[in-house]
């Protein structure tokens, strides 16, 4: 796997997060939506730190 793909890898996740992070606020007062949105936002918090692990081991 390249820098740029994982990259663009990171991008993906930026973007789930921002759409967790929406669903929480647009789907306030529904508990299934707060808390599977909360889940996914715990989810996407695991993948970035995978993703930073495997840019580190990328030397500049």
């Known amino acids: 796997m390249t820098r740029a793909e994982l990259k663009e890898i990171d991008k993906m996740i930026e973007g789930i997060e921002k759409r967790a992070k929406g669903l929480i606020e ?5 508990q299934a939506i ?15 730190i995978n993703v930073s692990d495997l840019t ?3 030397h500049p």
């Open 26 to 30: 647009k789907g306030q007062g529904i």
């Open 34 to 48: 707060e808390r599977n949105a909360a889940r996914i936002l715990a989810s996407t918090k695991m993948l970035k």
């Open 56 to 58: 580190s081991c990328f």
